[in-house]
């Protein structure tokens, strides 16, 4: 029998767990960020900038390129795996010397789309995107601005999230209600900048403690979720956000002890912990480390890939093309599997 799937503001719901809005936040995060003298900048952002103190700073690169034959603009999150792919597509593209790049970060295609730029730091690059990857927001907003070409494409789907903690696990958290307990330190996505990472964790958090059918005693998920993000608590240090790019902020904080845990997608766990084996380990939310079976309530979802209309020459047309392709072939589906995700619907 097929689990049937539910989707709800653009995040996939496993069947049999009862979805319910938490509590409205009323408390400001604490911003959880590298400490830096932050020199003025030559220019202010013409469109989406993804500056960051924890990983992106280009303080003495200073330019602005304006001749890309090819133009990528996707998240981020699933970086260990596009960077094989992108290889592959370097290697088998006609070598008559194209200019290539993509970028990974939250979802900004819409802004690079409509803005035609990206910045970081002293650098930007004002080539709009010809092909773009996001989550079903990022593709409404896409479809609102007319940018389509073609309709998306399903690309792949994430198996739910795990609780990323520091190595050895000092403060024995075994599940998202032990995120509450007195001393526990959690860091989460920028509420303003990754608001869709932020809603896909905090929703979590609250819906697979709502659907945990043996809570601990006393405690309800109302008072989890107001404990974490409304400050019903003596902890003043509870909840940290990160200043830009969570798959790489969450990391940092933990790492240096400023939190305890992070609320991760399972592949970027699954990649973080590959990464720096003597430096984190990853709680699952439902299955195993191995083998990920999303508890009810842990939120997956679909990302999709949709080529952008514009003036293109020949050379950037069979670029996107050539490059779209790939996205979809047989190949990229194994590298998908190979990194903890999976081709839609499979």
């Known amino acids: 029998?097929?689990?049937?799937?539910?989707?709800?503001?653009?995040?996939?719901?496993?069947?049999?767990?009862?979805?319910?809005?938490?509590?409205?936040?009323?408390?400001?995060p604490i911003l959880d960020t590298a400490q830096v003298l932050a020199w003025p900048r030559d220019a202010q952002p013409t469109g989406p900038d993804l500056t960051n103190p924890t990983s992106n700073m280009l303080e003495d690169l200073h330019g602005d390129v304006g001749q890309c034959d090819l133009m990528f603009s996707t998240e981020g999150n699933y970086n260990m795996a596009l960077k094989e792919l992108w290889a592959k597509y370097i290697a088998d593209y006609p070598n008559d010397g194209p200019n290539r790049m993509y970028s990974t970060s939250p979802p900004v295609s819409p802004g690079q789309v409509t803005k035609g730029s990206l910045q970081i730091g002293n650098y930007r690059m004002t080539?709009?995107?010809?092909?773009?990857?996001?989550?079903?927001?990022?593709?409404?907003?896409?479809?609102?601005?007319?940018?389509?070409?073609?309709?998306?494409?399903?690309?792949?789907?994430?198996?739910?999230?795990?609780?990323?903690?520091?190595?050895?696990?000092?403060?024995?958290?075994?599940?998202?209600?032990?995120?509450?307990?007195?001393?526990?330190?959690?860091?989460?996505?920028?509420?303003?900048?990754?608001?869709?990472?932020?809603?896909?964790?905090?929703?979590?958090?609250?819906?697979?403690?709502?659907?945990?059918?043996?809570?601990?005693?006393?405690?309800?998920?109302?008072?989890?979720?107001?404990?974490?993000?409304?400050?019903?608590?003596?902890?003043?240090?509870?909840?940290?956000?990160?200043?830009?790019?969570?798959?790489?902020?969450?990391?940092?904080?933990?790492?240096?002890?400023?939190?305890?845990?992070?609320?991760?997608?399972?592949?970027l766990g699954k990649h973080t912990v590959a990464t720096f084996p003597d430096k984190f380990e990853m709680i699952p939310i439902g299955g195993t480390v191995d083998e990920p079976k999303p508890a009810p309530g842990n939120a997956t979802g679909e990302t999709y890939v949709v080529k952008i209309k514009g003036d293109w020459t020949d050379k950037q047309k069979a670029a996107a093309d050539h490059l779209y392709t790939a996205l979809l072939s047989e190949d990229f589906k194994q590298i998908l599997q190979k990194h903890g995700l999976k081709r839609p619907g499979k």
């Open 127 to 267: 080539c709009r995107p010809q092909v773009a990857v996001g989550n079903k927001a990022v593709m409404d907003k896409l479809r609102a601005a007319n940018a389509f070409d073609g309709e998306p494409a399903p690309l792949y789907a994430v198996q739910g999230s795990v609780i990323l903690v520091k190595k050895g696990n000092p403060k024995q958290i075994k599940n998202v209600w032990d995120l509450g307990k007195k001393g526990v330190r959690l860091v989460t996505p920028n509420i303003k900048l990754e608001p869709g990472a932020f809603k896909r964790y905090s929703e979590t958090i609250y819906n697979v403690a709502a659907n945990d059918p043996h809570p601990p005693k006393g405690m309800t998920a109302d008072m989890l979720y107001n404990t974490i993000f409304n400050g019903q608590t003596d902890d003043p240090m509870k909840w940290l956000q990160g200043a830009r790019i969570h798959h790489r902020d969450e990391p940092w904080s933990i790492s240096f002890g400023h939190a305890d845990a992070a609320l991760i997608m399972y592949h």
């Open 1 to 28: 029998m097929k689990r049937k799937i539910g989707i709800l503001g653009g995040l996939m719901i496993i069947a049999g767990a009862a979805y319910a809005a938490p509590p409205a936040i009323t408390k400001e």
